[in-house]
């Protein structure tokens, strides 16, 4: 731009003096403000937000950004979901990260760290037990319809529900399938993995870059609030990341727990295919409620072609670990990070899960404790003690 005009010297060239007069003055009274401080000028005065243009424009303006807002989730609710579970596990990195930054850590090596151990512990894992993964799963699925059929013939509890849901029949078609069906079951079977392989590739490219640039997106996140909420929002804020963050460490390391002394247990009795059962219960345990659950059925069922003392064991044994994890290995990991009433929890993980599956009943318990904690902390206090209108003055008796 030169000092007469505010034309800039990349836009609209040739410039010349033919361009009309109320132009002209513009470009000079736009000259004039543009200063260092504010080279494209400050801020005009707002609209009149009152006037019935800028009601019914606002009004349209908030229709069509709603329909758009919506149309956009459903046409991009895949890569919505990879985002959210990267920011997910953002936040629930930021307790170990922020730890390592308090020991004088500088934030891009903290999060090296942590990913580094993670990956590490989950590599060593997978180096040491894969093998005996597909052994022991392709041994389950191999083994499954003789392993029925010898419990039918000891139990006749499992022979008559065997008859009534066909399980021998489908046991029978899934192993017997011909070679058509195997190779378009591999085919099917590469693209989910493909997949899978891909999603989780880019959840821990987003978790990465979320961890690394978390400060700044939460700077950036409170500045959205106007400034005199501010304040009270970041306290706010800052508690529901601390809650999510607990939570997703506590869960992670309990289920760690629940699959190593499961695989002990199932080791100890001489349970079959106890690797995969305990990665299982471990799977399994992450969802809230249910999977613990789920997790105990299967594995007592397989428990039960070892002997029937051995089936009721681990029944009790499950019991136990459930008593366990509520009552003991939950108040002392997870603490009071994440207090929410039971029956909330059981609504949360069925909402939850019937919207987002498995995502959705992992999200639910941290989402329902920061809607609790918007509610304590906003909604009670209004509604205990509502705004006065202004003090009243009794009306005199005449």
Not at 127 to 140: C, E, F, K, T, V
């Amino acid at each position: 731009m030169n000092d007469e005009t505010a034309h800039h010297e990349q836009v609209g060239q040739p410039h010349s003096d033919s361009e009309p007069a109320p132009i002209q003055a513009a470009e000079e009274r736009a000259a004039e403000l543009s200063s260092d401080r504010h080279p494209l000028g400050r801020p005009g005065r707002r609209f009149d937000r009152n006037s019935p243009f800028m009601v019914g424009l606002t009004g349209a303006a908030g229709v069509l950004v709603t329909v758009g807002a919506v149309r956009v989730v459903l046409a991009a609710h895949e890569a919505l979901l990879l985002v959210a579970a990267g920011l997910f596990l953002a936040i629930g990195m930021e307790p170990a990260v922020s730890w390592l930054i308090r020991h004088h850590v500088r934030r891009g090596f903290a999060v090296a760290l942590v990913f580094l151990i993670v990956a590490g512990g989950l590599a060593g894992f997978l180096w040491a037990a894969i093998s005996p993964l597909i052994d022991q799963g392709q041994g389950l699925l191999h083994h499954a319809p003789d392993a029925l059929r010898g419990l039918e013939d000891r139990y006749p509890l499992v022979r008559e529900a065997a008859e009534r849901f066909h399980l021998d029949q489908r046991l029978r078609e899934t192993s017997d399938a011909d070679f058509g069906k195997v190779s378009h079951g591999l085919v099917g079977a590469g693209k989910v993995i493909f997949g899978g392989v891909t999603a989780t590739v880019l959840v821990a490219v987003l978790t990465a870059y979320f961890s690394a640039n978390f400060p700044a997106l939460r700077a950036n996140l409170y500045r959205l609030v106007p400034r005199d909420r501010r304040p009270r929002a970041i306290l706010l804020g800052d508690a529901i990341f601390a809650k999510v963050g607990g939570y997703v460490l506590g869960n992670l390391l309990i289920s760690l727990i629940t699959g190593v002394v499961t695989f002990i247990w199932l080791a100890a009795f001489g349970v079959p295919f106890p690797l995969v059962l305990a990665v299982l219960a471990a799977v399994l345990d992450l969802i809230p409620l249910i999977g613990s659950t789920l997790a105990g059925i299967a594995i007592t069922l397989v428990a039960l072609t070892v002997s029937l003392p051995v089936c009721v064991a681990t029944v009790v044994f499950f019991i136990a670990m459930r008593m366990i994890e509520d009552y003991l290995l939950v108040p002392r990991i997870i603490g009071r990070t994440v207090q929410v009433p039971a029956v909330v929890t059981v609504v949360a993980v069925l909402i939850g899960g019937s919207i987002l599956g498995v995502l959705g009943a992992l999200l639910a318990i941290p989402v329902a404790a920061s809607l609790l904690l918007l509610v304590r902390e906003l909604l009670y206090p209004r509604l205990d003690h509502p705004a006065k209108s202004g003090p009243t003055t009794p009306r005199s008796r005449g």
